[in-house]
């Protein structure tokens, strides 16, 4: 049996203050956003709060760039909400990176203790086997009262 290396790379992690200062939000801002699904056509965007109102504005990809339904957004004007969500799709792949590489380390660990056992087994099997002969050896000798 052979068995295929995979060396597991561990993903760059970036502390929330690092994605905060990459994309120039402050960690409330990040916070303000989370993320959605439209159940219409299955399209990924985030919903952020106002940080002065009830409001809730929607960031959306058309394709060339982020839209954003608040005032200076629908005017074309970058605003925040466009910047917070961005920040928070980083954090949210980032997370799903983490996930991977988790679930990757799980099962190298749980392939390398099934090649223990397996490994163990056999070398049970071929004991046995080893003790099987052992007995049949002495059984093959004639029984004799007078050795
Ligand atoms: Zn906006």
Redesign the pocket.
Known sequence: MTTTQITIKEPIILSEIAICEKYNVTPAQLDKASRQIDMSNGAIFYQ?SSQTTDEI?E?RHNGHNFT??????KVGVP????RAAIASACENHQQERLSNYREMLAQEAANARYAELEAQKQAAQASIAGLKAGKNVRKSQPFSLLK
């Open positions: 952020v504005y960031v954003c339904t608040c005032k200076a957004g605003c925040w909400h466009i």
